[in-house]
């Protein structure tokens, strides 16, 4: 099995939309095994949104294959963030919406938090007052590859049953970041991994 994550490492890599989408039902297949055999394991979590995430290969210079199962639709209540990481993820099953954001310092309307794991300890540290606009929209079906880079500031909403499959970089940035108007949203676990 390992050469099968080999090969979908190496189509991400090479933005091969192709290969990736033509190996569609087989990683669906080792995605669902993989959610059902390693439930309660360090790899494997529910985020508070619903979505439940499993690692399914770790490569040897931090780069992940991450497998996503959208159960239930509470994404409205998800922050904008960006990632500590590059990604590239294609949807297996179900869609997804993906709002873009631009940050700026004009007409300060949100606070911008970093996030960082130190093992087990999370540390949120608040940067300062931003702009944040929405900018556009990306709608994701079934075999669409969609790619994310660490610093871009986003929000996901997917239909409940929904699967993803992401390649993630190994990380650029030791922190995420996320956006609030108000107090730490609760749901912080999915920003830090």
Same mark, same amino acid.
């Given at each position: 099995?390992?050469?099968?994550?080999?090969?979908?490492?190496?189509?991400?890599?090479?933005?091969?939309?192709?290969?990736?989408?033509?190996?569609?039902?087989?990683?669906?297949?080792?995605?669902?095994?993989?959610?059902?055999?390693?439930?309660?394991?360090?790899?494997?979590?529910?985020?508070?949104?619903?979505?439940?995430?499993?690692?399914?290969?770790?490569?040897?210079?931090?780069?992940?294959?991450?497998?996503?199962?959208?159960?239930?639709?509470?994404?409205?209540?998800?922050?904008?963030?960006?990632?500590?990481?590059?990604?590239?993820?294609?949807?297996?099953?179900?869609?997804?919406?993906?709002?873009?954001?631009?940050?700026?310092?004009?007409?300060?309307?949100?606070?911008?938090?970093?996030?960082?794991?130190?093992?087990?300890? @999370?540390?949120?540290? !608040?940067?300062? +007052? /931003?702009? *944040?606009?929405?900018?556009?929209? #990306?709608?994701?079906?079934? =075999?669409?590859?969609?790619? @994310?880079?660490?610093? !871009?500031?986003? +929000? /996901?909403? *997917?239909?409940?049953?929904?699967? #993803?499959?992401?390649?993630? =970089?190994?990380?650029?940035?030791?922190?995420?970041?996320?956006?609030? +108007?108000?107090?730490?949203?609760?749901?912080?676990?999915?920003?830090?991994?």
């Amino acid at each position: 099995m390992k050469t099968i994550f080999l090969d979908i490492r190496e189509a991400f890599l090479q933005k091969d939309a192709a290969f990736i989408s033509s190996r569609r039902k087989i990683i669906e297949n080792i995605c669902n095994k993989v959610r059902r055999e390693f439930q309660g394991t360090y790899r494997s979590y529910y985020t508070q949104l619903g979505c439940h995430k499993s690692t399914i290969c770790e490569f040897e210079n931090g780069e992940r294959l991450v497998a996503n199962h959208w159960q239930k639709a509470e994404n409205s209540r998800m922050n904008a963030h960006s990632h500590k990481y590059d990604f590239s993820s294609i949807v297996l099953k179900g869609s997804a919406l993906y709002s873009h954001f631009e940050i700026s310092c004009s007409n300060p309307n949100s606070l911008l938090y970093r996030c960082d794991r130190q093992a087990d300890l @999370l540390r949120f540290s !608040k940067c300062r +007052t /931003v702009s *944040a606009t929405e900018v556009g929209q #990306t709608v994701l079906e079934s =075999s669409s590859v969609f790619d @994310l880079s660490y610093k !871009k500031f986003h +929000t /996901v909403a *997917a239909e409940p049953g929904t699967t #993803t499959l992401t390649f993630r =970089s190994r990380p650029i940035r030791c922190f995420s970041e996320v956006l609030t +108007t108000r107090e730490l949203p609760k749901n912080l676990d999915v920003f830090v991994d």
